[in-house]
């Protein structure tokens, strides 16, 4: 019996690709490495990180950057972008024991060169700790930040991404949720009919709109601005979101998470700025931030939902959301620009003085819709210290259980 783990249960690493020259970020590379130096150092204390460079000199351009070297590892792969949430494999638990699956990559339906994204796991398997792993190739094309998963038989997705004809053209949405059933061990479906976000080239993947906290809670992907193009099929797929039950017929409690004020890069196209696309690792959840009030109303709405986890935060550099890929003993995670809200702990280091959150809001109770009810504070501009962070990209993975 084959089960796709939810984000939260423990993961054996974090992978990530580091960004170079030829990717997407080559006109704010050094902007963008001190972000993810943030992200690997933060990540490394509280467990494994696996790094894909693409050689032995850009491999020591990052060991010259990042501080300490404990807990990381690094893999050589060329690569065409540093997606691997959506790229690199997707880990299982089969009857007990970790699994990957290697689904195929096609750019997000073509838009973008893949050759060596779609190799990449390949490459991945002569380096530790893939190299001892049990995978299975499959002839079907899937993202990582497509699917959604409670760890307990239901998965999330949208019918604009797995349905688009540009994915896996032969198939019906029947076809689709049997190969759902198949690999992941699903046994409900949650369909949302979702446009994208602007400037989100994925065809409207879930995991920057709609997020499983734990197997009764959804948090979302919000708009309290009338006046922006999203509010209408946001408030439409809260709608929807209130209709789903869980596996025993009761409502999820739903966990608004307002969008930020519109940003935009250097060309003047909006970026999918978002705060769904957090990332949970072992002891810790990261959460992008964007210098802009609704920061605060995100955070302190997820930490009511992960407690006693630790909360880190960043600031995403140009506003993007950053994706990665985490190997689990039974699940993997994503990343972007984030905030961290430190646990309470006896020790504070300078990066957690420098990224110490401002208090959050008194926490207010559900209302009978299920909602968690927000307050806008557009109206003032709260000012903080913050960390840079670039978006990244992770992937859940799954690893092989030791044995003595």
């Not at 300490?68 to 997707?90: C, E, G, K, M, Y």
């Not at 094309?141 to 949208?158: P, R």
């Not at 596996?247 to 060309?267: C, H, K, N, T, W």
């Amino acid at each position: 019996m084959n089960r796709l783990p939810a984000e939260w249960e423990p993961q054996s690493a974090v992978l990530i690709a580091w960004p170079h020259a030829g990717g997407d970020f080559s006109n704010r590379l050094e902007s963008v490495e001190q972000s993810y130096v943030f992200i690997a150092q933060t990540i490394s204390r509280f467990q494994s990180l696996v790094i894909v460079c693409r050689d032995d000199e850009h491999q020591q351009r990052i060991q010259t950057r990042v501080d300490s070297h404990n807990n990381i590892r690094f893999v050589q792969a060329p690569t065409n972008d540093i997606w691997v949430r959506d790229t690199a494999f997707l880990s299982i638990e089969q009857d007990g024991a970790g699994r990957l699956l290697n689904f195929r990559f096609n750019g997000w339906g073509n838009k973008y060169a893949h050759n060596d994204d779609d190799a990449l796991n390949s490459r991945l398997l002569n380096y530790p700790p893939f190299k001892s792993a049990r995978y299975y190739d499959i002839d079907f094309v899937l993202e990582g930040g497509s699917v959604e998963s409670d760890g307990v038989g239901t998965i999330m997705t949208t019918r604009q991404c797995l349905l688009n004809p540009n994915r896996n053209p032969n198939l019906s949405q029947d076809d689709i949720e049997q190969r759902l059933s198949d690999y992941f061990g699903a046994t409900r479906i949650l369909w949302l009919d979702q446009e994208h976000l602007s400037g989100d080239d994925t065809d409207a993947h879930i995991d920057t709109l709609a997020r499983f906290c734990s197997e009764d809670t959804i948090a979302f992907t919000s708009c309290d601005s009338r006046k922006d193009p999203h509010y209408k099929s946001l408030l439409n797929m809260a709608d929807q979101l209130a209709a789903f039950t869980t596996a025993s017929g009761q409502g999820y409690r739903l966990v608004p998470l307002p969008m930020p004020e519109p940003i935009y890069d250097e060309e003047g196209r909006r970026l999918p700025a978002n705060y769904a696309n957090f990332l949970i690792i072992n002891g810790a959840v990261l959460v992008p931030v964007y210098e802009d009030p609704m920061d605060d109303v995100a955070l302190q709405h997820l930490s009511e939902f992960f407690r006693p986890r630790n909360y880190r935060h960043a600031l995403s550099p140009a506003g993007a959301p950053v994706r990665q890929s985490a190997l689990h003993d039974h699940a993997v995670s994503r990343i972007g620009a984030y905030r961290l809200i430190q646990p309470e702990h006896n020790h504070e280091t300078e990066t957690d003085r420098l990224c110490r959150p401002t208090t959050l809001r008194q926490s207010r109770p559900a209302n009978q819709s299920g909602f968690i009810p927000t307050k806008n504070p557009r109206s003032r501009r709260l000012k903080r210290r913050t960390c840079s962070i670039a978006r990244t990209s992770f992937r859940p993975v799954f690893l092989p259980k030791r044995r003595p």
